[in-house]
């Protein structure tokens, strides 16, 4: 099981969280909204309810090997700079949704949301 940190490595406070969590044995890992879908990436089965997510280290894990997600900081989302302002809002809008459906739809406890 893993616990993932809805942070950023720079951030001290999550990093400390990490820090903790795996001195005492648990496999932990960062999830850096800011580097979704460029360098982060989420298969979603929506009958299922279930997926996976690959993280910038890529490390992939299924929806249940998350026990928890501690929400420490929402980071935005790191979309591509199109030139074209549709584009731009469109694959805004699109990873915004991908974000919110993992953050809503999943069995994933969430602490500190």
């Keep these: 099981m893993y616990f993932l940190?809805?942070?950023s490595v720079k951030d001290i406070h999550a990093?400390?969280?990490?820090?903790t969590l795996t001195q005492r044995g648990f496999r932990a890992e960062y999830l850096d909204t800011s580097l979704f879908p460029s360098q982060i990436s989420i298969s979603w089965q929506?009958?299922?309810r279930d997926g996976s997510i690959?993280?910038?280290?890529?490390?992939?894990l299924?929806?249940?090997e998350i026990?928890?997600?501690f929400w420490r900081s929402f980071n935005s989302i790191?979309?591509?700079?199109?030139?074209?302002?549709?584009?731009?809002n469109l694959a805004y809008n699109?990873?915004?949704?991908?974000?919110?459906?993992?953050?809503?739809?999943t069995e994933i406890n969430w602490v500190n949301s």
Excluded: C, H, W
């Design 5 to 7: 940190i809805l942070g």
């Design 15 to 19: 990093a400390r969280i990490k820090n």
């Design 46 to 48: 929506p009958r299922e």
């Design 54 to 60: 690959v993280l910038e280290n890529g490390i992939k």
């Design 62 to 64: 299924s929806f249940k």
């Design 67 to 69: 026990k928890s997600i």
């Design 78 to 88: 790191g979309i591509p700079n199109f030139k074209d302002s549709y584009q731009r």
């Design 94 to 105: 699109d990873a915004m949704s991908t974000i919110r459906t993992f953050m809503q739809g």
